[in-house]
T-cell receptor, first 111, second 113 residues
Framework: DADVTQTPRNRITKTGKRIMLECSQTKGHDRMYWYRQDPGLGLRLIYYSFDVKDINKGEISDGYSVSRQAQAKFSLSLESAIPNQTALYFC??????????FGPGTRLTVL | DAKTTQPPSMDCAEGRAANLPCNHSTISGNEYVYWYRQIHSQGPQYIIHGLKNNETNEMASLIITEDRKSSTLILPHATLRDTAVYYCIVRPSNSNSGYALNFGKGTSLLVTP
């Protein structure tokens, strides 16, 4: 079984809709991250969390919110989706040596 | 953080060793070298990291020069499934702040039959 899972894997939604992307991990790591990746571009950090009570904004947090429900779960929400949020979204955990382990990604399309 | 320079692309025959270089001439003493790869549209995958000693794991070996200004990732017996973009990143380890991985452009490795 995968250590970092993301649901859904693909999602098509309409402008203005609220959507939640979920991430679960079995690695036992405290640190978790949400990134987005656009075609031809690198990863950009949206939010990160060092434990259940710790939430930090990343480079591009506007239009997004997160919830760290438990050590194993870190959810990303788009309160009112817009087309330029169409992207590939990755969740990652971080180990003791600061190595990051990524989920398979969620491909989100906002029409 | 130190910047890295990698060749944009490389080819390797299946079964041969793939040697991917990375230049990080401005690396600081507390910075580690990390390697990741990303197969098209899949989640990036951590490969290996090191500080100054050579490292080996089940996926690859990492050779860091004595002056730490460059390193080489070695895939000893490349397979078609190793075709991916490989990223060399330099960053402090055991950092207490969140760290966004900046992959840059990496090296696109094509393994051919």
């Amino acid at each position: 079984d995968a250590d970092v899972t993301q649901t859904p894997r693909n999602r098509i939604t309409k402008t203005g809709k609220r959507i939640m992307l979920e991430c679960s991990q079995t690695k036992g790591h405290d640190r978790m991250y949400w990134y987005r990746q656009d075609p031809g571009l690198g990863l950009r950090l949206i939010y990160y969390s060092f434990d259940v009570k710790d939430i930090n904004k990343g480079e591009i947090s506007d239009g997004y919110s997160v919830s760290r429900q438990a050590q194993a779960k870190f959810s990303l929400s788009l309160e009112s989706a817009i087309p330029n949020q169409t992207a590939l979204y990755f969740c990652a955990t971080e180990g003791d040596a600061n190595e990051q382990f990524f989920g398979p990604g969620t491909r989100l399309t906002v029409l | 953080d130190a910047k890295t320079t990698q060749p944009p692309s490389m080819d390797c025959a299946e079964g041969r060793a793939a040697n991917l270089p990375c230049n990080h001439s401005t690396i600081s003493g507390n910075e580690y070298v990390y390697w990741y790869r990303q197969i098209h549209s899949q989640g990036p995958q951590y490969i290996i990291h090191g500080l100054k000693n050579n490292e080996t794991n089940e996926m690859a070996s990492l050779i860091i020069t004595e002056d730490r200004k460059s390193s080489t990732l070695i895939l000893p017996h490349a397979t078609l499934r190793d075709t991916a973009v490989y990223y060399c990143i330099v960053r402090p380890s055991n950092s207490n702040s969140g760290y966004a991985l900046n992959f840059g452009k990496g090296t696109s490795l094509l393994v051919t039959p």
